[in-house]
């Protein structure tokens, strides 16, 4: 019983949040204002509160939250895309597999998503061109370059190759780290989406949880500097602090 009536509550929240990117866009038009594409963004913001309200997350940030740069975060889960889409809209690198996905590929698309296709090396240069291109026009690009989902409880070594994108722009590179915790459950079973689960059925799962906390811890930015190997080391150890000291 508890499993359908948590089908049908996710049901409901995506289709209301299906309906809503058509009144955005119709409320910018009537404002005039729809072709800034500003609306696309207050829809991500809306749709990433509503979400988090459906599935009982309570995201608490530290830190100063960047106007723009390269977001560097260590990853869980879908969760962490909508927690930071709350906290500071930006625009995502995620695997091609997402778009795939049925209803929650075209939100990635109507997001802005830049989808990087992981099976073949020679399809870096189109998505870091486009990362480099909003980078300069001093947009937040978020990557997590562990490349997959973890348990949380480290930091896999991360892929160096976005990390080019900031040298490029010369922007600065924001360390994050996102812990959750979720009282009475298994954080690592309930919460985390990892292990190569089914999407909607964890969904699903989750929507029983009563409560998860979502605490987001923003680093102070670092310089780009020319060389991104050596960034992405720098970076990926600022992440594992800042995870650190979450626990503490």
């Not at 830049?114 to 937040?140: S, Y």
Request: hydrophobic share 45%.
């Amino acid at each position: 019983m508890q499993f359908l009536w948590n089908s049908l509550r996710l049901i409901f929240a995506l289709t209301v949040a299906f309906l809503a990117h058509p009144f955005f866009q119709l409320r910018a038009t009537l404002r005039g204002d729809a072709k800034n594409g500003a609306w696309q963004k207050e829809w991500l913001q809306w749709g990433s509160a509503w979400a988090l309200r459906i599935l009982h997350v309570k995201v608490e940030s530290r830190g100063q939250i960047p106007k723009g740069g390269l977001l560097v975060s260590n990853h869980q889960g879908y969760l962490d895309i909508l927690c930071l889409n709350v906290l500071c809209t930006s625009v995502f690198v995620a695997k091609a597999e997402i778009k795939s996905w049925p209803l929650f590929g075209l939100f990635s698309k109507w997001s802005g998503t830049i989808f990087l296709d992981r099976n073949h090396r020679t399809a870096v240069r189109g998505p870091l061109e486009r990362v480099v291109e909003l980078l300069r026009k001093g947009e937040r690009v978020v990557i997590f370059p562990e490349g997959t989902d973890s348990d949380g409880t480290s930091v896999l070594p991360f892929h160096s190759s976005f990390f080019e994108a900031a040298i490029q722009a010369q922007c600065p590179v924001v360390p994050l780290a996102i812990r959750y915790s979720a009282p009475g459950v298994s954080r690592d079973e309930e919460v985390i989406y990892w292990k190569d689960r089914r999407f909607i059925f964890h969904v699903i799962r989750l929507l029983g949880v009563k409560e998860v906390r979502a605490k987001v811890t923003f680093g102070q930015p670092i310089e780009a500097g020319v060389d991104r190997k050596m960034l992405s080391n720098q970076v990926r150890e600022k992440v594992l602090r800042l995870l650190r000291a979450a626990d503490a």
